[in-house]
């Protein structure tokens, strides 16, 4: 960097600290409007969920977690060995069931967690 583009830069640094002791000293608010800078606005926001979608995805997944637990135990297996990725037939196997009871057993466990996620 040259000479005149360390100057520029210190002073800059200067010059803003001064004005900011200025208004500390004037007992004048600072306010910056950030809406007539877009490109602050944009730098500004967040591409993770919103406090809102946070809260809502928790109150959410604690209703299913409660849904859950009041499954009947084969409901309860039977979606917890489809979670550990076992296929119909392997857990009609384990839980002693035909492959179509499984398969409606799990239907049903599917279908009454659905209902409790959407509330």
Request: proline share 4%; glycine share 6%.
């Amino acid at each position: 960097m040259s000479e005149v583009g360390q100057f520029r830069r210190a002073n800059s640094g200067v010059a803003a600290k001064i004005a900011i002791d200025h208004w500390r000293r004037e007992g004048q608010p600072m306010w910056v409007e950030l809406e007539a800078v877009p490109s602050a606005m944009r730098s500004l926001r967040s591409n993770g969920p919103t406090p809102e979608e946070t809260a809502i995805k928790y109150q959410r997944s604690q209703r299913v977690a409660k849904r859950l637990d009041r499954l009947p135990k084969a409901q309860r297996l039977g979606i917890e060995l489809r979670m550990k990725g076992l296929h119909y037939r392997a857990i009609a196997a384990v839980l002693g069931f035909s492959l179509s009871t499984a398969s409606e057993l799990l239907s049903n466990a599917v279908e009454c967690l659905r209902i409790a996620a959407n509330g």
